[in-house]
């Protein structure tokens, strides 16, 4: 179906898709994103062949998208998967997306400050007609 119809962009989660897929793939033109959870995940996707990572912290939640749902993604915030996954697949662009904040995080962050709404007309002082100006 997307040899007939391309897409401009085409993005694997839970695991790599078969090497035949992959070419197929390229010959229509799409670019090959592929979620990682590791720095082995990473390697693999880039010997695979894909155009861009999609690196996943274990903080995004519940649906991982690692390789391996039977083995838990490593515990390391999310800048740092990103940090390591760039220091040994240097030539792929990266996308940081999951775990990128955490309820700590959250609650460590400054609020911003509430925009102030704006007063109530005053009404005229007594004595003084509401037209008069100073």
């Known amino acids: 179906m997307l040899r007939e119809r391309p897409v401009p962009l085409v993005?694997?989660?839970?695991g790599l898709p078969p090497a035949p897929d992959v070419t197929?793939?390229?010959?229509?033109g799409a670019l090959l994103a592929q979620t990682v959870t590791s720095v082995d995940e990473a390697r693999a996707a880039a010997s695979a062949g894909m155009d861009v990572?999609?690196?996943q912290a274990a903080a995004a939640g519940g649906h991982s998208g690692t390789?391996?749902?039977?083995?838990p993604s490593p515990e390391l915030p999310l800048?740092?998967?990103?940090?390591a996954i760039r220091s040994v697949v240097v030539d792929l662009p990266v996308v940081a997306a999951g775990g990128i904040g955490s309820p700590r995080s959250r609650a460590m962050r400054p609020r911003p400050a509430r925009r102030a709404r704006p007063a109530p007309p005053r009404p005229?002082?007594?004595?003084?007609?509401?037209?008069?100006?100073?």
């Open 11 to 14: 993005s694997f989660t839970f």
């Open 24 to 28: 197929l793939l390229r010959r229509t």
């Open 53 to 55: 990572l999609v690196v």
């Open 67 to 71: 390789f391996t749902p039977d083995r």
């Open 79 to 83: 800048a740092d998967l990103v940090g």
């Open 124 to 134: 005229p002082r007594r004595g003084r007609p509401a037209s008069s100006a100073r």
